[in-house]
């Protein structure tokens, strides 16, 4: 009879246990951050979501644990170390050469080779030149440590006069969009994802568009990006109007009173005219709810020349207001920077430098050159 109800005794145990699991998992299911799925609403978009939530505190229930995205100020330190890494050969390679107790013609075609080398592009390296060169000639090597005056010229050169606050923010009432526009494959929606955290961080409330509908997993890819830190994002049918996801996507920022809309567009056209049509109409149909504050172009820094067309080809078709080049720790061609600002006349605002969910940093030209410097002595 003791054997039995003990038996018993674990029986019931087990029993409660496994009920305790199962509605673990089920609250863990129903309590995860809303999502906003295809439905058969307008255009077969999905309907509003609220942004935001799913960290609600509800006593007794088992909440998703949403990431804390890293603070603006913390990234920049964390990765000034791998910019320097990735970079750092430009700027010691320089600074070698200047440091040679002759400079001569030689020389200048070194520090020339290296510029170009770096995709820092032909007029921005010749301005450098001629400035190094004018500087040397009439101060001589005596009146400033080199690498203070390559620091002073590289500043320059990167115009730190430049505004590259990103404008996304709430006024007038009304949510700041921002369209990010690039080629597929430059890390486009990556970069959404990221900069949703920089946001989430600064305790901003967010929603994304999820307009590049023509890439399979993109919709997907950006929700996850969304979930993780209790962000909505608005998406469609796969191949359906990014025009009318951007539509919907506004529509909910509006309506939910949040402080920035984020829009990942489609990058499969190189073609002006297509891009000019699409987005276009992109932009059209978001204005009619509320302004385009900010358009982002991704760049992929190591794709050089390529990218530099790409660059060229979007800000005709678009009015970029800002440049995020990304994959900057895996290339060592930063100059990259200083030609797609000089080409486009328009700032590099961030950049990536990494896989990591907070490895995007805002761009700060001060940092970059100590970077490309080493440490200062
Ligand atoms: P999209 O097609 O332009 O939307 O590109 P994705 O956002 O899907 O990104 C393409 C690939 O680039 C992914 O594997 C990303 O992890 C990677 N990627 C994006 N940004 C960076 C970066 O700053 N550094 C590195 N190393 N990889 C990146």
């Given at each position: 009879m003791v054997a039995v109800g003990e038996y018993l005794f674990l029986i019931i145990g087990i029993a409660v246990a496994v009920l305790a699991l199962l509605a673990g998992l089920v609250t863990t299911r129903l309590r995860r951050p809303k999502r906003v799925e295809p439905s058969s609403s307008r255009d077969g978009l999905a309907p509003p979501a609220e942004p935001g939530v799913g960290a609600d505190e509800v006593p007794g229930l088992s909440t998703p644990t949403l990431e804390r995205p890293e603070s603006a100020a913390t990234r920049l330190?964390?990765?000034?170390?791998?910019?320097?890494?990735?970079?750092?050969?430009?700027?010691?390679?320089?600074?070698?050469?200047?440091?040679r107790d002759r400079i001569d013609e030689a020389t200048w075609e070194d520090i020339e080779d290296t510029l170009l080398a770096a995709d820092v592009g032909v007029a921005p390296t010749q301005e450098l030149v001629d400035r190094l060169r004018t500087r040397l000639r009439v101060e001589g090597t005596a009146a400033a440590p080199m690498r203070q005056i390559l620091r002073e010229e590289l500043l320059a050169l990167l115009?730190?006069?430049?505004?590259?606050?990103?404008?996304?923010?709430?006024?007038?009432?009304?949510?700041?969009?921002?369209?990010?526009?690039?080629v597929n494959g430059t890390g486009k929606t990556t970069?959404?994802?990221?900069?949703?955290?920089?946001?989430?961080?600064?305790?901003?409330?967010?929603?994304?568009?999820?307009?590049?509908?023509?890439?399979?997993?993109?919709?997907?890819?950006?929700?996850?990006?969304?979930?993780?830190?209790?962000?909505?994002?608005?998406?469609?049918?796969?191949?359906?109007?990014?025009?009318?996801?951007?539509?919907?996507?506004?529509?909910?920022?509006?309506?939910?009173?949040?402080?920035?809309v984020l829009i990942d567009t489609a990058g499969r056209l190189q073609n002006k005219t297509g891009l000019m049509d699409e987005l276009?109409?992109?932009?059209?149909?978001?204005?009619?709810?509320?302004?385009?504050?900010?358009?982002?172009?991704?760049?992929?820094?190591?794709?050089?020349?390529?990218?530099?067309?790409?660059?060229?080809?979007?800000?005709?078709?678009v009015n970029v207001t800002?440049?995020?080049?990304?994959?900057?720790?895996?290339?060592?061609?930063g100059g990259i920077v200083v030609a797609v600002q000089r080409a486009l006349g328009v700032p590099v605002k961030l950049v990536g430098l990494g896989e990591g969910a907070d490895d995007l940093a805002p761009f700060d030209p001060e940092v970059f050159v100590d970077a490309l410097l080493g440490e200062s002595a």
């Open positions: 330190v964390r990765l000034r170390q791998r910019l320097s890494s990735s970079q750092g050969g430009l700027g010691r390679g320089l600074l070698a050469l200047l440091s115009d730190p006069t430049l505004d590259r606050s990103l404008h996304v923010d709430r006024s007038n009432g009304l949510p700041g969009v921002a369209l990010v526009v690039g970069t959404v994802g990221k900069l949703a955290r920089v946001l989430v961080a600064e305790n901003k409330q967010v929603v994304l568009g999820a307009a590049d509908t023509f890439r399979a997993a993109a919709a997907e890819q950006l929700t996850t990006w969304g979930e993780r830190v209790g962000v909505s994002a608005v998406r469609g049918p796969e191949g359906s109007d990014p025009a009318s996801v951007a539509f919907e996507a506004v529509k909910v920022g509006v309506e939910q009173e949040v402080d920035a276009g109409k992109v932009r059209r149909v978001v204005e009619k709810q509320s302004p385009v504050t900010e358009v982002l172009l991704v760049l992929d820094a190591t794709t050089g020349q390529n990218g530099m067309i790409q660059a060229r080809v979007f800000s005709e078709a800002g440049i995020v080049l990304t994959k900057l720790d895996g290339s060592a061609k």
